[in-house]
């Protein structure tokens, strides 16, 4: 079994098990109700000695569920606890995370709030680790009106596990729709019920195609059927009005992540694994999903975003390169 990096799944179990802040009263209807929060790392394969974006989720527990943490801005703080995360913490960088939201939910309020119905991550940019092992994030965050503390452990590597910015793309012969004796769901998981494929125009080129005649390729990495953290289908929609709207600038490819979910043991694309699949140190494959990653034209990484991006961000990137050719 593949282990894969549950955001939503993960955040649940940590109510009880991270770090967390009991709090507010308040509720529907007079109700009085007891709210825990936690926090996780939601961005992995971080690596030391360039700078990188860190992503946290943040959720509230009560008597109505659980909830996220939306909207506005967080503090972080960062400490080193050394290679096995049992030194005393050394101070590290601070900076201030942003709200992601996931595309076409509300991202509309300017301070953090526990919201039903929107979720997302706080994101920083820019984020440098001076030393691999483990490191801890502090967040300092005023929820509707009280101030709380969060910390969430999380290990760094010495370099990059996954392709990464300033890194040759690896060029991947992806599943298109082109490809000959492959199930529809092979190609998008979208399509695993015998349907048709809805995003054709995200899965006409491989990424070694792409590579070899020059061209940008903006690529997510992901299975919208069976993506838990629900991020994946509406990142693939926002990739879908991404190429509508800079159609000159880079070729965009989703390249789906199973090949057959449903098998025992799971199967997944070549293509996939090429990118994410890797072992940890006890033999156990692990696999991070959703990435976005863009590849400029020389073949090589510029840019990497996961488990969520910033449309406004990604747009200004693929616009900043220069118009295709025809």
């Known amino acids: 079994m593949i282990r894969r990096h549950l955001l939503l799944s993960m955040l649940v179990l940590a109510t009880v098990a991270a770090s967390c802040s009991p709090g507010g009263k308040g509720g529907t209807d007079g109700q009085k109700l007891d709210t825990t929060f936690a926090a996780q790392i939601a961005s992995t394969w971080h690596y030391a000695g360039a700078p990188q974006r860190v992503e946290v989720g943040i959720v509230a527990s009560d008597a109505n569920g659980i909830r996220f943490v939306t909207q506005g801005t967080i503090d972080l703080a960062f400490s080193y606890l050394g290679p096995d995360g049992g030194a005393e913490p050394a101070v590290g960088p601070t900076t201030t995370a942003d709200y992601v ?134 990142e693939v929609t926002e990739v879908q009005r991404l190429a509508a709207e800079h159609p000159n600038r880079a070729v965009y490819i989703h390249l789906e992540v199973w090949k057959d979910y449903d098998a025992q043991p799971q199967v997944v694309n070549k293509g996939a694994a090429d990118w994410l699949l890797r072992k940890l140190p006890d033999g156990s494959p692990e696999m991070t999903e959703p990435w976005l990653f863009l590849i400029g034209p020389d073949g090589i990484i510029a840019d990497r975003w996961g488990p969520l991006f910033d449309t406004t961000e990604v747009a200004a990137a693929l616009e900043a390169l220069p118009a295709m050719k025809a």
């Open 101 to 234: 939201p996931v595309p076409g939910t509300d991202a509309s309020g300017d301070a953090p709030t526990i919201t039903s119905g929107a979720r997302g991550v706080y994101e920083a940019e820019d984020v440098m680790f001076d030393e691999p092992g483990v490191w801890r994030a502090t967040m300092s965050i005023e929820i509707d009106g009280v101030a709380r503390r969060l910390t969430a452990d999380f290990g760094v590597d010495a370099t990059s596990q996954i392709p990464a910015p300033g890194m040759p793309a690896p060029k991947t012969e992806n599943l298109t729709v082109a490809s000959k004796g492959v199930r529809k769901g092979a190609i998008d998981s979208m399509a695993v019920s015998g349907g048709k494929i809805p995003d054709t125009e995200l899965h006409e080129w491989t990424i070694a195609d792409a590579i070899e005649q020059g061209r940008p390729a903006l690529v997510l990495i992901g299975t919208p059927a069976y993506c838990e953290s629900q991020f994946c289908g509406p």
